[in-house]
C-alpha cells in the first residue's frame, strides 16, 4: 500500500540547498558563475547536500528547481535573447517560486531583467519578469558607461558589500522596491541618487559584479540562510573561519577609502 511516513530521515537529513542558475552560458559577464561556486561550497563547508539546476534557452523551469534562483549578466544583445525566453516560458514559474520564499539573485543584465523593463542603447524596449519595481534605461550609446569599483552599505549587516560595477543603463527603483544599499564608493543604479541595488520579498537585484560573493562571505550566508528557511523555518548556519576574505576586504576597503566595521 505504501502508506508509510518517513519520520526519523526528514528529522535527521541535513537541509539541502537547492540552487538554480538561470541561463549559465548565455548571462555570464565577468566569471558571475563564481558566485555559484561560492554558495555551494560554503554549504558543503557545512556538510550540506548541495544540488545546482542549470537551466538554459527553451527550457521550462520549475518552481521547485530550486530554492535559489541565479541570474547574471550580459550585453544587450545576450539580454534580448533572455528576455524574450524569461517572459516566454519561464516568468509564471519564476513567479510562483518567489511567492512561494524562493530567493533570487539577480546581478547587473539579470538584474535589470528582473525590473519591469530595459531601454537598451539601440532598438525596442526589453520586457522583464517584474519580480522588482524597477526600471532601467541606457541613454545611448555615445553615454559614459558607469564603471568601476563598487562598495556600498547594506541596512542590517556590519561591513559593506564590495564589487565591480560595468553597466550603461540607469536604474530607477518605483515604490514596490527598496534598494539593497547606499553607495559609498562608485555610481551604483543611476550615479545620481545615492542607491544601489534593489530588494523586495527576497528578490535581490545588484550591478555588484566580480563574482561578488568571493569579497562578500555574509551575504553569501544571507542568500543561503534565506533559501533553506523556504523548506527549514529557524535553521542556523554554523560561522567558518573567513580570516583570508577578511584581509582581502580590508585591503580593498582601504585602498577606496572606506573601513571595514569591528
Ligand atoms: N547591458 C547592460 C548595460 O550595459 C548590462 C551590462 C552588464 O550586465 N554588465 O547596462
Request: proline share 6%; aromatic share 8%; charged share 25%.
Given at each position: 500500500m505504501g502508506g508509510g511516513r518517513e519520520v526519523l530521515g526528514a528529522l535527521s537529513a541535513p537541509p539541502a540547498l537547492r540552487i538554480c542558475h538561470l541561463y549559465p552560458d548565455l548571462l555570464n559577464l565577468y566569471g558571475d558563475r563564481g558566485?555559484?561556486?561560492?554558495?555551494?561550497?560554503?554549504?558543503?563547508?557545512?556538510?550540506?547536500?548541495?544540488?545546482?539546476?542549470?537551466?538554459?534557452?527553451?527550457e521550462a523551469v520549475a518552481p521547485d528547481a530550486g530554492d535559489l534562483f541565479f541570474i547574471g549578466g550580459g550585453e544587450d544583445r545576450q539580454q534580448r535573447i533572455a528576455s524574450d525566453d524569461l517572459c516566454r516560458i519561464k516568468r509564471a514559474a519564476l513567479e510562483e517560486a518567489m511567492r512561494d520564499g524562493g530567493v533570487m539573485l539577480a546581478v547587473c543584465g539579470g538584474?535589470?531583467?528582473?525590473?519591469?523593463?530595459?531601454?537598451?542603447?539601440?532598438?525596442?524596449?526589453?520586457?522583464?519578469?517584474g519580480l522588482l519595481d524597477l526600471w532601467t534605461e541606457h541613454p545611448g550609446p555615445t553615454t559614459r558607461r558607469l564603471i568601476g569599483n563598487l562598495v556600498i552599505e547594506v541596512e542590517g549587516m556590519d561591513d559593506p558589500l564590495i564589487g565591480f560595477?560595468?553597466?550603461?543603463?540607469?536604474t530607477h527603483l518605483g515604490p514596490g522596491a527598496?534598494?539593497?544599499?547606499?553607495?559609498?564608493?562608485?555610481?551604483?543604479?543611476?550615479?545620481?541618487?545615492?542607491?544601489?541595488?534593489?530588494?523586495?520579498?527576497?528578490?535581490?537585484g545588484t550591478y555588484l559584479h566580480?563574482?561578488?560573493?568571493?569579497?562578500?562571505?555574509?551575504?553569501?550566508?544571507?542568500?543561503?540562510?534565506?533559501?533553506?528557511?523556504?523548506r527549514h523555518p529557524g535553521v542556523v548556519l554554523s560561522p567558518?573561519?573567513?580570516?583570508?576574505?577578511?584581509?582581502?576586504?580590508?585591503?580593498?576597503?582601504?585602498?577606496?577609502?572606506?573601513?571595514?566595521?569591528?
Open positions: 558566485n555559484i561556486m561560492v554558495l555551494v561550497q560554503r554549504a558543503r563547508w557545512r556538510g550540506l547536500p548541495v544540488t545546482v539546476t542549470e537551466v538554459g534557452l527553451g538584474y535589470q531583467l528582473a525590473g519591469r523593463y530595459y531601454r537598451p542603447a539601440e532598438g525596442e524596449d526589453l520586457q522583464g519578469l560595477e560595468n553597466h550603461g543603463g540607469r527598496r534598494p539593497l544599499g547606499r553607495v559609498l564608493t562608485g555610481f551604483g543604479n543611476n550615479g545620481e541618487d545615492g542607491w544601489e541595488g534593489a530588494v523586495s520579498r527576497r528578490v535581490y566580480g563574482p561578488f560573493l568571493p569579497k562578500n562571505p555574509a551575504f553569501a550566508d544571507r542568500l543561503i540562510r534565506e533559501a533553506l528557511e523556504r567558518l573561519p573567513d580570516a583570508q576574505a577578511a584581509r582581502a576586504r580590508a585591503v580593498m576597503l582601504a585602498r577606496l577609502g572606506q573601513r571595514a566595521a569591528g
